[in-house]
């Protein structure tokens, strides 16, 4: 390192986990260990959603890559601790540093989310400006959680079905049909929560269902300047011991799938990324390529929903717990870094980084039926 012996950010929660419009409090500190010329110490805060993907067109020698991207910015803030004035030198002299910030976030933040596609990102970067030298730097992101309150959308206290029914062959080798019918309790949730099913499988048909399954499904919709990519990610799955017989018919009644530590489905203060959620219902017939899925789309929030609508939300206590995809050590280039990215990092947890999400670990059964 250098001249210079620690150079860190330290955040007054230690958790790093922040609301819109709290205030973001901490030090920026380091020790020098030898006289050192400075231009400045300074610290940017930033933060912002970033989309890029490429893909390749053509072949042979009309073979391209074509790049699709996207930014959003929604905090910068630049803190500069110490500069140089015009036609004078600046020093630091061999000792420990500490410059305390106290920054208030702008209201209407978007969720913190990463994935290998798009992100949002909320980062502080810390720098000793060198003349004639590489500058020093230091890193630090922090997880900010913007609220979905379920009960604001009494729809989500319905429950909701599907079912349909499904022909193996055609013609003379037609089959009787397999008939599926799926259904969940309600279609708001929170991390913590069990996602209570009832699922039927009516096989009439004389091959043997092989394989059957529930699983909740991330769908993510990255918006570039000239096209949108859709990606799925399997969040939680529950798959069936027990095989369905030709000419049977199988039940399972109030069977759980637990939602683990994810982000809220969006609220729409993210325009380039969207994320909402699916529960799928997917079965197997053996001896014939024929797969199915029965779905039905949840919403999942950080407020759950309270056991009548006129009541208040319930006070069920919840921690945070660390993002079960990620991290994602993706480069986040210039746009949130200022473009202030050349010299030696000295600390970072920019490529170990994930998001803290609530999550009811104590959340009971009993208010499964809300």
């Known amino acids: 390192m250098g001249k210079i012996d620690y ?23 380091l020790r020098v260990n030898e006289r050192l010329k400075i231009n400045s110490v300074k610290m940017l805060i930033s933060g912002g ?10 072949s042979g020698k009309n073979r391209r890559t074509v790049h699709y991207s996207a930014y959003e910015k929604y905090l910068n803030f630049d803190l500069v601790f110490l500069s140089k004035q015009p036609n004078s030198d600046l020093y630091l002299e061999i000792g420990d540093y500490s410059y305390p910030f106290d920054i208030v976030l702008p209201p209407n933040l978007p969720t913190s989310f990463e994935h290998t596609v798009g992100q949002v990102r909320y980062s502080l970067y810390g720098t000793v400006d ?45 089959s009787d049909p397999i008939i599926a019918n799926f259904n969940i309790l309600k279609s708001g949730y929170v991390p913590g929560e069990a996602i209570v099913f009832n699922a039927t499988m009516d096989n009439k048909s004389s091959r043997e269902i092989k394989e059957m399954s529930v699983n909740l499904i991330q769908v993510m919709r990255f918006h570039a300047t000239r096209k949108t990519r859709t990606c ?38 993210c325009r380039i990324i969207e994320v909402g959620y699916k529960v799928v219902f997917n ?21 759950p929903l309270s056991l009548q609508p006129s009541m208040p939300a319930p006070n069920i206590p919840f921690t945070y717990e660390g993002c079960i995809f990620g991290p994602n050590p993706v480069d986040f280039g210039n746009e949130i870094s200022g473009g202030n990215n050349k010299g030696e990092t000295i600390e970072s947890d920019l490529n170990t980084y994930k998001p803290f999400y609530p999550f009811y670990k104590d959340f009971s059964l009993n208010n499964r039926n809300v």
């Open 232 to 269: 799925v990610r399997n969040v939680a799955q529950i798959k069936f011991p027990k095989h369905v017989d030709e000419r049977t018919v199988e039940t399972w009644q109030n069977s759980v799938l637990v939602i683990p530590p994810v982000c809220s489905s969006s609220n729409g203060t």
């Open 130 to 174: 060198i003349p004639w030298a590489f500058d020093k730097h230091t890193t630090r992101s922090f997880t900010v959680v913007s609220h979905l309150d379920l009960n604001a959308n009494p729809a989500l206290r319905q429950g909701f079905g599907v079912s349909d029914e499904k022909v193996l062959c055609c013609g003379p080798c037609k």
């Open 7 to 29: 150079f860190t950010i330290t955040l007054q929660k230690q958790n790093a986990i922040y609301m819109s419009s709290e205030n973001l409090r901490g030090t920026l500190s």
């Open 283 to 303: 079965f197997d017939a053996s001896g014939i390529a024929v797969s199915k899925d029965l779905d039905i789309p949840i919403v999942i929030g950080t407020i």
């Open 49 to 58: 959603a970033r989309v890029h993907w490429s893909e390749s067109h053509g």
